[in-house]
């Protein structure tokens, strides 16, 4: 069962606001609250272990600031910091699996994130794979003429790759602005938001809401 976009990130931004608000010291309610992750880890469809091992690159970062606890012999809150940084982004990792990234685009969009960010992002996430196509086939004709790689035929070749970018965004924008673009991408499938949305959002919110601040 697959929860309206909006749903999940209400949710998630909920959970990591009572995970970030958790003071050291509250050790009892830093697990629970792990747990809650950890068994929609187990329970999702998605790559467990992979998932697990993309969730420690925070680790090195977060060590930094942990180390300064360390250093003032307080194990236990470096331990606590970690683990805290740890299981946001393994959480983030289980929604972003989940929900495609232009379905969380399209939720902040409806929860009120500016248009402008979310149109913005949209295109990026499209034209970085045309780019990069378009990269391959300049590098493949170089190797074809015999080129050798050197650093100024590489930058040659990103100047002329910027170049040509900027004449396909002119000409896609103008074609946008010919078939009446006005600022709003077109959604070909609407988000429908169902009983059981309501349902998993009252639940979960009451749930975090209750752990948080009862214990």
């Not at 509250?26 to 792990?34: A, E, G, K, Q, S």
């Not at 880890?41 to 090195?60: F, G, I, S």
């Not at 086939?137 to 100047?159: K, T, V």
């Amino acid at each position: 069962m697959k929860l309206d976009p909006r749903c999940a990130l209400v949710l998630l931004l909920a959970y990591l606001i009572a995970l970030s608000t958790i003071s050291p010291g509250h050790n009892l309610l830093l697990l629970i609250l792990c747990s809650l992750p950890m068994v929609g880890l187990l329970l999702a469809p998605v790559r467990k272990t992979e998932l697990l091992a993309q969730a420690a690159y925070v680790l090195p970062f977060s060590f930094a600031i942990a180390a300064v606890a360390l250093l003032r012999g307080h194990t236990a809150q470096a331990i606590f910091f970690l683990l805290r940084s740890y299981i946001s982004i393994l959480s983030v990792l289980i929604v972003t699996h989940l929900l495609s990234t232009l379905e969380l685009l399209r939720a902040m969009e409806a929860l009120g994130a500016p248009r402008f960010l979310i149109v913005v992002t949209e295109f990026l996430i499209r034209y970085l794979e045309v780019m990069r196509r378009e990269a391959d086939l300049m590098r493949l004709a170089a190797l074809c003429r015999g080129a050798a790689r050197s650093r100024l035929i590489a930058s040659a070749s990103l100047a002329m790759l910027f170049v040509r970018s900027l004449e396909r965004s002119t000409a896609i924008h103008n074609a946008m602005l010919a078939r009446g673009f006005n600022g709003r991408l077109p959604r070909i499938q609407p988000m429908l938001w169902q009983s059981r949305d309501t349902v998993a959002l009252l639940l979960g919110l009451v749930l975090i809401s209750g752990l948080r601040w009862s214990l």
